[in-house]
């Protein structure tokens, strides 16, 4: 197993899709991140690159360098990702694919309409890969949710709800110098669409991914909360599909309490199911007349689609595993810190203690036994 | 940013734990895997490495002839993981602790209390680091709660309820073949200790973490249901702690039902709180005569502690989107299945249409808009 | 306190709501039912008002012979309550307001809107009072809901959701003779509403009475999903109101999988609530930019509003116990059925025997001790 | 259906539990209260009945006095409740018992094991019927799970989990004047036993009712937290059974964030089923290597035991309801305030232009309607 060469345009310093897509790009070891154009100045760009172990030859001024010279290296990368803002999406794209490079982009795809179908084109023209980053999509109990209608396991869909409500936009901290803000609520960089185009792309790809029905006709009410927003920071949607079926979409970034609250609903005839991506471990699964069954992720009853662990560990288990071993690496590299909190030999000798007392204890009919009176 | 180097002893084929050191060694990119004896089974040790892209002569027949040789080498490791059932877990160590080679070894510390005053020697005669991974030690909310208690936010502690509750013992599948339960049924390789060792000692080791107590007394009952099994399935344990305080340690391998129910409550005099590994974005937390909070992950009131992503994104979120790079890794490599499921041009062009639309139906007040008719 | 004298209209055998309607007024032990018109079908009422212990000259058979009637006697009803189907309520309520009779009708208020504006004529015209039977705002946290908005804790209103799903009309089964589905899914008897009309005046009124805004505008979406329906089975509505919020409502009768899916969010500038009918003894609140708190009904932090028992006892409590007084009473006049589960001497000295033997264990540190040979 | 007659010993002002008694005995219509001894002090106890609306002749200066009257009247009452603390359990069940009148007392049954001894043999000796108030026996979801255990669903039981924590005694309020803390920290009224007489008593009897079977030998661990205080307020405690089955209970009235956390967990070979008080309505089922499921009451795959309202329906429901019919008498007795909150017309306007609005827009495409030119 050789990894594959990843480039990336944008995620430098202050940035944060970027590092979320190094980390899943690392997590089962098929890529390495070897080349970059991290950022529009290239000073934080070569600082970026320094921070991340990319080699100066391999950090560029700019997308357009990086496209012009990787294409002609005989180790190019085999991929690049892009995770700037939604309007150089396009740009940095088309260069990309004109050069034969795959592309695996952030979305929404582009920040206007007119920059979708230039980007279509050339997707078509070129035939070069590429790749969006609906990574919803990712969860496995949402594939398993996918195969389940599918096979028909809910029948004919009637009714179907989703919706995505954060916070963090309820007041203007645009106006306070929040870089992440700051772009998404400016037409100039994120396109018409505020909220429907941050978050609501994702609904929308969460149930396509889903049911396999595209709506055919919507109904909208945008509206923008927060004074001298210029984009909406909630919708309401209503939905038809060519099947028949209805649905609605709740997308907002003003509703207080709400951390990345993205859910999708879905009604059959035959049953219903439900899904939160904040308790991504479970999927609720209703048959008319039957007791509701919670579905686990790898757990009885379902598939074992895209995981990596097994039931009951959440996937937040390899983080808090991955803690540990990051902070050994600091520890021996001298990080007197990271050392406080790494359990040791001392841990391990309590475990056995613990061992040892309880077998002990319960030899002698549950009598309390000290603790602190072992060998070790 | 350059990783370390890593060796690993156990984790080939067929094992459970030692794919999950190598994500976590992975996820923030401060370790590379290069040397390892994935099995006591040369030649499945060496189709492990070849698996694994570990260099054939960094690929040993033995934990002795790794440290043997890895001590030699100007490159050697920078330290070795230890992932074998509990019975090598004090020789693996040993070996490279004397080499000079850091360790990072998995719990329990060993299978006998022999072995573990034999090693714990050893640690202290050689002064090399040597770490244990009770890696439910790195849940960010676990963090948070080891720092409320230290900073007094419970006030005395005077209960503690902790418990680990599984199913998958709950027939005797050791003797089916199943690898995982074979060896930790088994005295030889487990030690006296079955459920309480496998699982036990991490319910006491997050106690001690949290609380900062370690019990002083204790009186235990443990069992065996499955018939014919020689250690236990399920333990019933009461604490006794200096400090006054009082707990339960619930463990339990035959619990149907529960997938890996690992659950901690503290109470103290002025407030007391609650975590499940299983829902690990959230904690209870309740101060007498206040309303109950849940605090979230990185959220409101919480210190981002050994987090990699916002409130409201389940770790989870990063194996998602791990996902959709391994596939399309797979997928630039020819894996035509692994194609399938990637969004792509046609999700983003559909992205874009449904933001046009919605800006569309709102500026006509509502009207239906059809997605169908756009230029996209 | 005398109890005061109902009457009831409907609510004989068959019935569901009658008999909700019945257990709600002997609660309290405010209301004594003495007199009723229990079906249109003379020989139904009478068999009914003999099973509710209702005397021979107090049923009716009819309601309008019972207004006439009651209105003549010096002990006549203080109030009369109409649960019958829609289309009965405006003839109903008139003839008893025309009488001067209180009453207490069911929601929702007619069948029609002509039938509305001459029941709304006769109620202002005779000046009787009219009560409307909005359940759900009988809820304790519901009025704690209103009085936290009304205070000003949640900011100005930006958003309202409200969802009512259930799953008992997924099927067609008014056409098998089932007469709650009957009627209601029958614009005879309910009117032009279906779903909107049985469920949907719920979610409005629910809006109303917690945040205090009507909306002043809406978009509808109704749907009828089982084939041969005349009525809406679910309905997707936006709404405006004038203070500037926006709102969505979802109303389902054929959602799989929900049983009485009441559920409403509201969302301010400063904070944001959200209470479930199915889990109706907590509320989420979340400040912005602190942990979100759960307030329980009646306790830390609220106040107890509308409450009869303490904070934890969810009010099924009420329910328990009374399953109990209702079998101890069967089991004295000679149902030994009944008697079968109701806890008696054993249960009382098991208990004894149980703390006899807890102060004993521990009294000798923890020693195991058998309950079998006490003295009782 | 006459009504059964009812009397009652203690409940009087500033008590708890009798009130409950008093709401249960009414909610299903078996049981009017006529005679009571509400309190040891007659003052006390007279005004008592009369709030209660009790005859000032059947209104008695004690208990002794009750029973002896009561016992010569042709219309006597059919039971008596004993709702007074603890120790006084025995001594009015003694004299009613003798007196022929059937006894329905609260638990635990005495304050000693003399008093239970006594008891016993006078139930025994007159056999009058005695029946103990375990009031978690009546909740639905806690008889499906007796029918299920009862009829194998679980298989050979092995462990069983019980915990009732609640916080309500965290601090030394019983030096504050707090009636019900009092007493129940006094040997002299409560017994040997604290927290595990008044709920540890409950979590047994749960165990017995749910399992059919009652625990052999016992290990404890009682422990006072709060300074000064006489009687346990947390216990751990182990249990054997002689099936072979193991168990713990944990009680506490010192567990911060605790209500009234009664909670049971039932572990079998084939199935395990977990039930929790403060979420009464629904009930988890696992059955090995298959997905759990969460039964509801009266919902789908489970019988309709002990139900009284759908699926769906909270059974708080009826106490909503009930505030309703409370507040509309008060109201009709002129009582302003609590006329403010009872929906009325307007409601019910406000319900039929919705549903005619709803309608008319969705006849209309989805036009936004106005809502405040209609007719109503």
């Known amino acids: 197993m050789t990894p594959l060469k990843l480039g990336m345009v944008g995620g430098g310093q202050g940035a944060f899709i970027g590092g979320v897509h190094r980390m899943a790009a690392r997590l089962d070891g098929h890529w390495t991140l070897i080349a970059g154009a991290f950022s529009s100045d290239p000073a934080r760009a070569h600082a ?29 990368i085999d991929a690049v990702s892009i995770v700037t803002p939604n309007h150089l999406h ?42 969006l980053t609906h990574n919803y999509t990712g969860y496995p109990l949402i594939r398993e949710a996918r195969e389940m209608i599918a096979r028909g396991d809910l029948g004919q869909i009637r009714v179907i709800q989703a919706e995505y ?4 936009l309820a007041e203007a901290i645009e106006t306070d110098g929040q870089k ?14 505020g909220a429907i185009g941050d978050i609501g792309t994702h609904a929308l790809n969460l149930i396509n991914f889903v049911t396999g029905e595209a709506p055919s006709a919507l109904s909208a009410d945008l509206q923008s909360f927060v004074s001298g927003r210029k984009l909406d920071d909630n919708a309401h949607i209503m939905l038809r599909f060519d099947s028949g079926a209805r649905g609605m979409i709740w997308v907002s970034q003003v509703a207080v309490g709400c951390e990345n609250g993205l859910r999708i609903r879905v009604f059959g005839e035959k049953a219903g199911l439900e899904w939160a991506q904040e308790d991504p471990n479970r999927m609720k699964f209703s048959e008319l007349g039957r007791p509701t069954r919670w579905l686990t992720r790898a757990g009885a009853g379902t ?27 600091q520890s021996l590299q001298g990080d007197q810190t990271a050392a406080r909190l790494i359990p040791g ?26 603790l602190g009176d072992g060998a070790l």
Chains 1, 2, 3, 4 share one sequence.
């Open 48 to 76: 970026s690159a320094k921070q991340l172990g990319v080699a100066p030859d391999r950090s560029y001024d700019s997308f357009e360098q990086m496209a012009a010279q990787e294409a002609t290296r005989d180790d190019r």
């Open 90 to 131: 396009a740009p940095a794209a088309i260069a990309f694919l004109k050069a034969g490079i795959p592309v695996i982009c952030d979305k929404p795809l582009t920040a206007t309409e007119d920059q979708a179908i230039e980007l279509a084109k050339v997707v078509r023209s070129t035939g070069t890969p590429f790749f």
């Open 165 to 168: 409500a954060q916070d963090w």
């Open 180 to 193: 992440q803000a700051a772009w998404r609520t400016d037409p100039a960089k994120s396109g018409a669409g």
């Open 303 to 329: 598939g074992a689609l895209a995981t990596r662990i097994p039931a009951g560990h959440p996937e937040g288990y390899l983080e808090a595993f991955a803690t540990l071993y990051t902070e050994i690496a």
């Open 345 to 370: 030999l001392q841990d391990g000798l309590a475990g056995m203690t613990f061992i040892t007392k309880c077998v002990r204890s319960t030899a002698k009919d549950g009598q309390w036994v000290n």
